[in-house]
């Protein structure tokens, strides 16, 4: 097939029959100028996928309808940020970036509230925050809103889509993107279509995976991996209404959508518009690695989820180009860089450091981490990393077996070892996390935890032992230092902030006991915020005390950051530093600047020898977070106990 020649001939006949007559004169010329631009990707990406079915083309025409009507109604403010962000490409990069990510209830507890905590986010110097699915959900439990009922209405209890959009609007006033979720993968049990779906529409049917009996489901999931077992097993729910089995990876109410049927990817489509249409500056592609299944496969990252998240952002191209996208694919370090590409994915989650920060906390050693990144940190150079310590989710230990094993780990042994740490069942752990989703059928375990409890917070309060509750503060510290300046966004999980402990609440709650993750799922209040904001009095407690600390830490970490321009786009390299408690990264740019980070992962005072300072040249160089010197030609540099340094030249 000569695709070219065929996009071509498609778009000049698919142009001649589609009515522009209802865009403006000028949005008629930038809606085929864009076209023209991006159709063919579109065209290669969605015929590849449906070309064998009769009417792809007339879906295909139907598409560009929908993407015309999109641009019809995006508001003139967005088509201005359309033209600005297409002449700055590269604005993801910039060392001001910095995100967070939080729950409206439990920051509000309405839309409405948080206007007034923008001076808050503005004092950490935030520039997106991430507000996590504030959809019409089911009641009771969503899947912490992740279970979508209606994509154009905001869940009743938060508020209404005025109200998103008046947010939007003074959020972006103050210089804060927002950032929506796109769950696409699947929608509730109560989504318009999965309703007519249970009521005998076969159309509707046809958007979900239905099966009469377990004979394909039982050929599938011989290779599927088993997201919530702790819930329920497999990765199907019986349907008494429809006799059917749906195909739900997740929850039982929530219905995998299906991306082989052209209409889905249509009306998947006119939702992603009418959310970026809100105004929002990225939308974060929720367990996309699943769109596609593939028989005799694990249905996870499959060839075809690329074509169609490409046929996605290039729709966006045509319609939103201000509108990123970011990866949530929490799978094997290979599979994540896989979703890393201008045309696919501008941005992604950072699991494999999430989760190496975590193990060298544990294991106070940094090989795997260090090895991890030599082989996967880089990634396109127009492209940009998420990075996170702790988000709403659990951790999963998704490090590279083969890495693993080259350095003489047991990959298996080890996340046990992991998964006993962090749930504090290893003697000597600081850590009090709860285990989560463990498999009965092959042990398989994840973690939960506030970033606070994980390091060590929570006990050190039981013992009101002073040591063990700066120790607890300065491993907080030390991961959230690394996503300040190893390169990319950081993404600070809000309560994080504040290093508030795990909420275990959740277990009084019906909707929520059997879901752990809700232990880092916890509130921010008004007083928690006046605690950090109102610093001239003294604090109430200890735990105010801590709170304090931490936000003042972040702080000053990030205000640093953001005068730096070594911090935003410039390349880095992950070094040996000779000794395995230290970590070490160095940063350069194009306009000659480099930074060196050196951190120490152990609780005990280290060396690193003089040599690393070639990276810097052996020019003389500053601690710009102790504000100590080195001339450059040093023997050794010594850290003391979890000290991170940014020595710049
Ligand atoms: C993502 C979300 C998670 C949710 C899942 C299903 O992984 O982060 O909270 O359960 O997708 O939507
Ligand atoms: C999945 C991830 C898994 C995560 C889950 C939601 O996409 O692979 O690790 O826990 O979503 O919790």
């Not at 009469?212 to 729910?237: A, H, K, M, N």
């Amino acid at each position: 097939m000569n695709y070219a020649a065929d996009s071509e001939q498609c778009l000049s006949r698919i142009l001649a029959s589609v009515d522009l007559s209802m865009l403006s004169k000028r949005d008629s010329a930038t809606f085929v100028s864009r076209l023209e631009a991006h159709f063919p990707t579109l065209f290669q990406r969605y015929t590849f996928v449906y070309g064998h079915q009769y009417d792809c083309y007339y879906h295909l025409q139907k598409l560009v309808e929908l993407l015309r009507d999109g641009l019809k109604a995006r508001k003139p403010k967005l088509k201005q940020q359309d033209a600005a962000k297409l002449k700055d490409p590269r604005w993801y990069k910039g060392q001001e970036q910095t995100g967070l990510a939080c729950y409206v209830d439990l920051m509000g507890p309405t839309l409405k509230d948080l206007h007034h905590k923008i001076p808050y986010y503005k004092a950490l110097g935030i520039t997106y925050i991430h507000l996590m699915p504030l959809y019409d959900s089911p009641e009771g439990d969503s899947d912490g809103g992740y279970a979508v009922s209606d994509y154009r209405k905001v869940n009743p209890s938060l508020g209404n889509m005025k109200d998103l959009e008046a947010l939007s609007d003074a959020l972006q006033a103050e210089g804060i993107d927002l950032v929506l979720d796109f769950v696409f993968n699947h929608t509730s049990d109560e989504h318009a279509w999965a309703k007519a779906a249970l009521a005998g529409d076969k159309t509707c049917q046809n958007y979900y995976y239905l099966f009469d009996d377990r004979t394909i489901p039982d050929q599938y999931e011989r290779d599927l991996r088993e997201i919530f077992p702790q819930v329920r097993r497999g990765s199907f729910t019986y349907n008494d209404t429809m006799e059917k089995w749906v195909w739900t990876t997740f929850n039982s109410f929530q219905w995998d959508l299906n991306y082989s049927n052209p209409e889905v990817f249509n009306a998947i489509t006119s939702e992603m518009l009418f959310l970026a249409n809100i105004g929002c500056a990225g939308l974060r592609l929720d367990a996309l690695a699943f769109i596609w299944k593939d028989m005799g496969t694990n249905c996870e990252n499959q060839p075809n989820a690329h074509r169609l998240i490409q046929a996605f952002n290039a729709c966006l191209q045509i319609v939103a180009p201000a509108v990123v996208f970011k990866s949530e694919a929490i799978v094997h370090p290979d599979e994540v860089v896989k979703y890393i590409d201008k045309k696919e994915c501008q941005l992604s989650y950072n699991p494999l450091l999430m989760a190496l920060l975590w193990n060298s906390l544990a294991t106070r050693k940094t090989r795997l981490l260090t090895q991890s990144l030599k082989k996967s940190f880089v990634i396109p150079d127009d492209t940009t990393w998420v990075n996170y310590v702790r988000c709403h989710d659990d951790i999963g230990w998704t490090f590279d077996d083969g890495v693993a094993h080259e350095i003489g780990v047991n990959p298996y042994d080890h996340r046990y070892f992991l998964n006993q740490y962090f749930t504090g069942r290893f003697d000597g752990s600081f850590s009090s996390g709860v285990p989560f989703a463990e498999n009965p059928s092959n042990g398989d375990c994840r973690v939960c935890g506030s970033l606070a409890s994980l390091c060590g917070l929570e006990k050190a309060l039981v013992s009101m032992d002073q040591n063990a509750i700066d120790t607890a503060i300065e491993r907080m510290l030390l991961l959230y230092g690394i996503t300040f300046s190893i390169g990319g966004i950081p993404l600070i999980y809000s309560s994080d902030e504040l290093g508030l402990l795990n909420d275990y609440s959740y277990r009084d709650n019906p909707a929520k006991r059997h879901d752990d993750r809700w232990v880092n799922r916890i509130a921010v209040t008004d007083a928690h915020i006046e605690n950090v904001m109102n610093q001239d009095k003294a604090p109430a407690g200890l735990n105010e005390a801590c709170q304090r600390k931490v936000f003042n830490g972040l702080k000053t970490m990030l205000d640093i950051r953001r005068q730096h321009a070594v911090f935003g786009d410039a390349r880095t390299e992950i070094l040996d530093t000779g000794n395995h408690h230290c970590f070490g990264f160095v940063r350069y740019n194009q306009h000659g600047q480099k930074m060196l980070g050196l951190c120490n992962f152990s609780e005990h005072a280290q060396q690193v020898s003089g040599n690393i300072l070639n990276t810097i040249e052996h020019k003389p160089a500053r601690d710009l977070l102790s504000d100590s010197k080195l001339t450059g030609h040093e023997q050794v540099i010594s850290l003391r106990p979890y000290q991170l340094s940014w020595w710049l030249i």
